[in-house]
């Protein structure tokens, strides 16, 4: 089944410790992007990227790593987590940098800084 | 940067019409819809690419402005199961990949 896989589902960590979600996509899609979701803000853009080991930043990329290093991976890396960070995370990918080509979303993270 | 949505949140009886508008300060390149049921990822709607473009399936369908560099969504006839927050997205010329959501129009539609 083609799809969008984020792991871990639910996460609880503490202020800086470091963490990693993982995204995975199995439809050989070109473009990956992650977003971050709060009530009243909408979908933010943390990172993206066109293709294997290009990354560009989106629009709130402070306190966030990635990177790409397969075509199918996109790992977002929190190295010293804080509360603000505290959100709901969704990974996508989309066959090609858009023009008529759809996100495809994972199912989410949520994770918590306490 | 990020595009304007109007209304914020509409409820609707079954069969009724609405329209959400989505608005932007820049050249706009593209617009993406998607729907987002509650505690579910969103989904994608459609994509309109160039000005005066006008798409739609079933009883949901938007149209393209880029002279006003706005889009609408229109949803005809409504069902119980088109409930939810839509998301309009933009992306800019010069800027593609960096796919701009609005905060979203919370859609309620009541029996």
């Known amino acids: 089944e083609a799809q969008v896989t984020q792991n871990p589902r639910y996460l609880i960590t503490v202020t800086g410790k470091k963490l990693t979600v993982t995204c995975s996509q199995n439809?050989?899609?070109?473009?990956m992007s992650w977003y971050r979701q709060d009530p009243g803000l909408g979908l933010r853009q943390i990172y993206y990227?066109?293709?294997?080991?290009?990354?560009d930043k989106g629009d709130v990329p402070e306190g966030y790593k990635v990177s790409r290093k397969e075509k199918r991976n996109f790992p977002l890396i929190l190295e010293s987590p804080s509360p603000n960070q505290t959100s709901l995370y969704f990974c996508a990918s989309s066959l090609r940098t858009f023009l008529n080509s759809p996100l495809h979303f994972g199912n989410g993270t949520r994770l918590t800084v306490t | 940067q990020q595009p304007v949505q109007s209304p914020q949140a509409v409820i609707l009886r079954e069969g009724e019409d609405a329209v959400i508008n989505c608005s932007s300060s820049?050249?706009?390149?593209?617009v993406h819809w998607y729907r987002q049921k509650h505690g579910e990822a969103p989904v994608f709607l459609m994509i309109?690419?160039?000005?005066?473009e006008q798409k739609g399936h079933d009883k949901i369908s938007a149209s393209f402005n880029e002279k006003k560099q706005q889009s609408s969504l229109y949803l005809t006839a409504s069902q119980l199961s088109y409930s939810g927050t839509y998301f309009c997205g933009t992306e800019f010329r010069g800027s593609q990949g960096n796919l701009i959501f609005g905060k979203g129009t919370k859609l309620s539609v009541k029996p």
């Open positions: 820049k050249a706009l390149y593209s």
């Open positions: 990227s066109m293709n294997v080991e290009v990354t």
């Open positions: 439809m050989n899609h070109e473009y």
């Open positions: 309109l690419l160039k000005g005066g």
